[in-house]
Each structure stands twice: as structure tokens, then as C-alpha cells.
């Protein structure tokens, strides 16, 4: 799924494309009316105001790979048809170089890839057919500076496109992790959790989401200092990646705070699993650390809203420390059922 950011920035470039393009082909039309092409550029004037429809709703549509993968299909149909027809004088083998650039630019690197492949080895085919029925106005070492200078375009622009999706993940994904535990943060909660709830309601299973909270975490900073409560943080932290499945996602919701997302499982399921063995395994390797945790579960029915799944996590939550603080003997309590 290509977030906002990616598409922002693609979107954008089809706009551009579209507004050069358009002229282009206008210009290229009259051209080639006035030359005798006259089929041609009633095909360019179709194209070029088909390309005016794709822009007036380039800014706003959902379907924005789709619409440049039919953008560039127009496109590489248009310079084909020309260079078949017109000669070679012509020059329009030479929009054949643009392609690897417009591909990875509008569709990065694994769509790009094919439609490079594509667009390339047909552009190469045509003018080698050009040189196989011996035309003059071809050569062989012409034919070889074309393939050689795709080639070149090609492997710059796919170095570049990496690179550019490599970086733009990982500066992604760190913006969603938690710089202390490594956990993920409040804001890729609210994202990954509003995917789940989609999916979950798509395939009709429940979702379960744990709200804990560290108890006297506050008197564990006052009294042993900061450094000793982030090591409590990232033990924490580190104990529920143990603990939770690959399929589970876990967040740092803010200071002591953790949320945990687990589709299809009930929360008496959670309860009984996860929870347990984390009790246990804080008290044993933290020196008795308590902590109040909350469940709420959605589905498979009727379904929430994340807000409200949140909300409800927490409220279980603060149930369980308004026990604690009331209880004679500190002992772990966990909240009761609650389905939304």
C-alpha cells in the first residue's frame, strides 16, 4: 500500500507529465496534419485530450497508479504508431529514452521494472525491424547507440529509484517506531489499528486490543531515577516482542504506557495467553513489578471504531488500578470481557 507521502509525491509528477505532454502532443498534431499524417494526428489530438480528462482528476483520485499505468500505456502507443509510420527522420525513436525514467518515477521499482522492460525491448524490436527490411535511413551502429544509451538510462534510474525507496522506508518506518523501546508509536497505532479493524471486518474475525500501564512507575523515576526507568521501559518492551506472535503489533502509547493489537483472538484467549506469562515473566525478571493491564475486544460481528477500541482498552484499564490502589496486598487484577 503506497501511503499519502509516496503518492503526494507521484501524484505530483503526473500532473507535471500530463501538462507537458499534452502541449507536446497538441503541437505534434497540427504538425502532423499539416505534413499529410492526417490519421495520426487525429490520434495524437485524441490522446492529447484523453490526457486532459486524467489531469482534471489527477489531483483527487484513489486510483492513481492506475490511471499513470494507463497514462504511459497511451503514451508508448502513441510513439510506437509514430515511429511506425513517419521516418526516421522523424526522431520520435528518440522519446523511447524517457520511458525508464517515467516508468520508475510514476510507478517505482517493481511496476517500473516491467513496464521498462516492456516499453524498451518493443521500442528496440520496432527499430530493429526498421534496420531487418534494410532501411536506408537506419544503420546497425545506429541501432546500437540507441540500445546501449536505454541501457545506460535504464541503470541510472533504477540506482536512483532504490536508493530513493530504500531511503524513504526507513525514514518511514523509523517515524513510526518509539526511539526508546523500539516499539512502534501512538501515531502507527492509530494507522495499523484502523487497517486491522478493516480487514478483521472484511474476513469477519475479532480483534483484541491490551491497554497496560506500569503502577508506580512515577515513584520508580522519582526514586531510582530516569536511566533505571527506561531500562524497566525497554525490559518491558523487549519482554512483549517475546511474547506477542508475528502477526500481533505492539506500541509504545507514551511514557508508561503500552498498547498491543491481537486480530483474531478473542480477549479471554489474550487474557489467558499473553497476559499471563507477561505477569509473570515482569515479576520474575523485574523485581516484582506490577503492572494494571486492559482488555477490549471488537468482532467478529459488530465492529468499533478504533477511537472507541481505545477507549475502551483504557477504561479496563484504569478499572483494574482504581483495584490495585484499594487492595490491602498488591496482587495483579485484569479486566473483565468486554465486546464492541
Not at 191 to 200: E, F, S, Y
Not at 255 to 281: A, M, S
Amino acid at each position: 500500500m503506497i501511503d499519502n507521502e509516496e503518492y503526494g509525491y507521484r501524484r505530483t509528477t503526473l500532473r507535471v507529465l500530463l501538462a507537458v505532454t499534452i502541449f507536446a502532443a497538441s503541437f505534434f498534431a497540427v504538425n502532423n496534419w499539416i505534413a499529410g499524417f492526417h490519421l495520426f494526428a487525429v490520434i495524437e489530438g485524441g490522446v492529447a485530450a484523453f490526457w486532459c480528462w486524467i489531469l482534471i482528476f489527477a489531483k483527487s483520485t484513489k486510483y492513481l497508479q492506475r490511471w499513470s499505468f494507463i497514462y504511459l500505456c497511451t503514451f508508448y502507443f502513441l510513439v510506437i504508431y509514430g515511429i511506425l509510420i513517419t521516418t526516421f527522420k522523424a526522431g520520435l525513436f528518440s522519446w523511447l529514452f524517457i520511458f525508464p525514467i517515467l516508468s520508475y518515477l510514476l510507478l517505482g521499482i517493481k511496476a517500473g521494472s516491467w513496464i521498462t522492460f516492456i516499453s524498451v525491448s518493443g521500442g528496440l524490436a520496432v527499430l530493429g525491424n526498421m534496420v531487418w527490411v534494410d532501411n536506408h535511413e537506419m544503420h546497425w551502429i545506429v541501432m546500437g547507440n540507441v540500445g546501449f544509451t536505454l541501457a545506460a538510462i535504464w541503470s541510472m534510474v533504477y540506482v536512483y529509484e532504490s536508493k530513493r525507496e530504500y531511503i524513504f522506508n526507513h525514514l518511514r518506518e523509523q517515524a513510526r517506531k518509539d526511539p526508546l523501546t523500539g516499539l512502534l508509536n501512538v501515531k502507527a497505532l492509530n494507522d495499523t489499528l484502523a487497517d486491522t479493524l478493516k480487514i478483521a471486518q472484511r474476513h469477519s474475525y475479532p480483534v483484541t486490543l491490551v491497554y497496560i500501564d506500569i503502577n508506580d512507575f512515577k515513584q520508580i523515576n522519582d526514586m531510582q531515577g530516569h536511566q533505571k526507568g527506561n531500562e524497566i521501559l525497554l525490559a518491558v518492551a523487549q519482554t512483549i516482542q517475546e511474547l506477542t506472535r508475528v502477526e500481533d503489533y505492539a506500541f509504545r502509547y507514551g511514557g508508561d504506557e503500552f498498547c498491543i493489537i491481537f486480530p483474531n483472538c478473542v480477549h479471554e484467549q489474550v487474557r489467558q495467553t499473553f497476559g499471563v506469562r507477561l505477569i509473570e515473566r515482569v515479576k520474575l525478571n523485574l523485581d516484582n513489578l506490577t503492572m494494571s493491564i486492559g482488555y477490549a475486544q471488537t468482532g467478529p460481528s459488530d465492529f468499533c471504531l478504533p477511537d472507541t477500541l481505545i477507549h475502551r482498552a483504557d477504561k479496563n484499564m484504569y478499572v483494574v488500578k482504581s483495584i490495585l490502589k484499594s487492595s490491602d496486598s498488591f496482587h495483579e487484577w485484569q479486566s473483565g470481557n468486554e465486546t464492541g
